[in-house]
């Protein structure tokens, strides 16, 4: 099995994740303060927090080769290079003109909105609010998030961080 693994600048990632229960819980939605707790909350997340989650998969990313570290950032800033990076990983021949023009329609946030139940991950029920799964797909999310709230998630990051050798402020700088 060949996995790529995509990260986001986590603040971004935290508004995103935001978006997301807000959509599915609707007038129901915490406020934000709580939202804030549970993204920094030990083990809260349901897949562990996003330092420990996104520090051992770029861990598995260079130690091993079937893993493939991508970032949302580059998706979005030069997509043609990200594309090409994947071809090459998955050891298929360079995408045609027509194929790249077809991939990039199909991987837009525009086509992406547009067929959001394609794409859903939870099945329609009545608290949702009916916005759809794709809210932003903003490469800066994160200042959306106040001030505050950004400072507050970018500290407890890096220091969640600290005694990793993961690169947050090459990947991250902001």
């Not at 349901?46 to 080769?65: K, Y």
Request: glycine residues 4%; proline residues 7%; negative net charge.
């Amino acid at each position: 099995a060949k996995y790529i693994y995509v990260t986001r600048d986590p603040v971004s990632f935290f508004a995103s994740c935001v978006d997301f229960e807000r959509t599915n819980l609707g007038n129901f939605s915490p406020p934000l303060d709580e939202f804030q707790r549970w993204f920094t909350g030990n083990n809260l997340m349901w897949w562990g927090t996003w330092p420990a989650h996104v520090a051992e998969w770029l861990r598995r990313a260079a130690e091993a080769p079937n893993v493939l570290h991508v970032r949302f950032e580059d998706m979005k800033t030069d997509f043609a290079a990200v594309v090409a990076r994947v071809t090459d990983f998955l050891q298929i021949a360079p995408l045609t003109p027509d194929e790249m023009s077809r991939v990039s329609e199909k991987c837009g946030f525009d086509y992406m909105q547009t067929h959001h139940e394609t794409f859903e991950m939870n099945p329609p029920h009545l608290l949702q609010d009916g916005t759809g799964l794709f809210v932003s797909g903003a490469v800066d999310r994160h200042k959306g998030v106040p001030n505050e709230v950004r400072r507050d998630i970018a500290a407890w990051v890096a220091s969640e961080l600290r005694e990793t050798d993961f690169p947050l402020e090459r990947l991250y700088p902001q």
